[in-house]
């Protein structure tokens, strides 16, 4: 589960988005993978990509779903499940899909800032 938060890392240094945020986004989207899905049961997987343009940086976690229920925020205070939450107050947007084989991948995107320069290396 930490090597997706330091493949993100290492990948978007000086790309000048918000790390920290990056990093805590992409925590509770893989810990809810590794929770709720397939990807959680031995041998199972999650997938990073990113993606940068000028402007921002969107990235992707794919899970093994099987899942038959949506991703989604509570209506109400509760001890858990507010890790979308915090996705959608940091991110950008962000949003999810489902492929045929059953796949789910959960995205969000954050604004590029200053310190881009020579990025990507």
């Given at each position: 589960?930490r090597?997706?938060?330091?493949?993100?890392r290492?990948?978007?240094?000086?790309?000048?988005?918000?790390?920290?945020d990056?990093?805590l986004?992409a925590?509770?989207i893989?810990?809810?993978?590794?929770?709720?899905?397939?990807?959680?049961r031995p041998?199972?997987?999650v997938?990073a990509?990113?993606i940068?343009?000028?402007e921002?940086?969107?990235?992707?976690?794919?899970?093994q779903?099987?899942?038959?229920?949506?991703?989604?925020?509570p209506?109400?205070?509760?001890?858990?499940?507010?890790g979308?939450?915090?996705v959608?107050?940091?991110?950008?947007?962000?949003?999810?899909?489902r492929d045929?084989?059953g796949?789910?991948?959960?995205?969000?995107q954050?604004?590029r800032t200053g310190?881009a320069?020579?990025w990507?290396?």
């Amino acid at each position: 589960m930490r090597e997706v938060p330091a493949y993100l890392r290492e990948a978007l240094d000086g790309a000048g988005a918000d790390l920290d945020d990056v990093d805590l986004m992409a925590a509770e989207i893989v810990t809810n993978a590794v929770r709720h899905t397939a990807s959680g049961r031995p041998g199972g997987q999650v997938w990073a990509a990113v993606i940068a343009t000028d402007e921002q940086v969107r990235v992707e976690v794919i899970d093994q779903s099987e899942a038959r229920s949506e991703p989604w925020i509570p209506p109400y205070p509760v001890l858990s499940g507010r890790g979308l939450l915090i996705v959608q107050e940091l991110a950008a947007r962000w949003d999810w899909s489902r492929d045929r084989n059953g796949y789910t991948t959960v995205w969000f995107q954050v604004p590029r800032t200053g310190g881009a320069a020579g990025w990507p290396r």
